[in-house]
């Protein structure tokens, strides 16, 4: 079987679907990890409801990139326009979403190991 190779388009989308996922599913993971209450007399850091509203912006963040990046392809597919409506800008966007995503999620936790370290 003959398959052609996929766009470059393809392969960028994919893989800024791949890591907007990988990013919000460790955001989610870890930020559960830290929030739940730990065993009896164990060390563990707080995280404030402010750093909770971080995690929660940097995946929605995540979320919406992935879903517009999902709309567009529809949209290039129903048009016959696959891989056309700027797929370069369309990975910066994703790039600088996961980068945000990244810095909230850092903050949250820094701010949450300093409350813990307060607290000693």
């Not at 470059?8 to 919000?24: K, S, T």
């Given at each position: 079987?003959n398959?052609?190779?996929?766009s470059?388009?393809?392969?960028?989308?994919?893989?800024?679907?791949?890591?907007?996922?990988?990013?919000?599913?460790?955001?989610?993971?870890?930020?559960?990890?830290?929030?739940?209450?730990?065993?009896?007399?164990?060390?563990?850091?707080?995280?404030?409801?402010?750093?909770?509203?971080m995690?929660?912006?940097?995946?929605?963040?995540?979320?919406?990139v992935?879903?517009?990046?999902w709309?567009?392809?529809?949209?290039?597919?129903?048009?016959?326009?696959?891989?056309?409506?700027?797929p370069?800008?369309?990975?910066?966007?994703?790039?600088?979403?996961?980068?945000?995503?990244?810095?909230?999620f850092?903050?949250?936790?820094?701010?949450?190991?300093?409350?813990a370290?307060g607290?000693?």
């Open positions: 079987m398959r052609a190779a996929p470059p388009a393809a392969a960028l989308r994919a893989q800024d679907y791949a890591r907007g996922l990988l990013i919000a599913v460790i955001s989610l993971v870890a930020g559960y990890w830290i929030i739940t209450p730990p065993a009896d007399g164990a060390a563990q850091a707080r995280i404030a409801p402010g750093g909770i509203a995690i929660a912006i940097g995946v929605a963040l995540q979320l919406a992935i879903g517009g990046n709309w567009v392809t529809r949209y290039e597919r129903a048009h016959g326009l696959q891989g056309q409506l700027a370069g800008a369309r990975h910066v966007l994703q790039l600088l979403a996961d980068g945000v995503s990244v810095l909230l850092a903050l949250a936790v820094f701010g949450g190991v300093i409350g370290a607290s000693i």
